[in-house]
């Protein structure tokens, strides 16, 4: 599932980042703030009507991503 799709309150874990061509720089930004593989995240709030921004958290730090960015992201949910 992609990291922009995964509900508000629900928690997961980085499973990769997709990059869209060689050596794409958004993709090693967000590596670059913590978007690894294992690593606990969690949509905090969504913009309003479903737009832009999505809150996200990442151990103890929060990022505001874009749609587009977020969806570069791979997550699984965490087992309850």
Do not use: C, N, W, Y
Request: proline share 6%; net charge positive.
């Amino acid at each position: 599932m992609r990291l922009s799709e995964l509900p508000k309150g629900t928690d997961a874990v980085v499973d990769r980042v997709h990059d869209a061509h060689a050596a794409d720089p958004i993709a090693q930004r967000l590596r670059d703030l913590g978007f690894v593989d294992g690593e606990p995240v969690r949509v905090v709030a969504i913009g309003p009507l479903g737009a832009d921004p999505l809150l996200i958290q990442i151990g103890s730090t929060r990022f505001a991503l874009r749609r587009s960015e977020a969806a570069r992201v791979t997550v699984r949910r965490e087992a309850a």
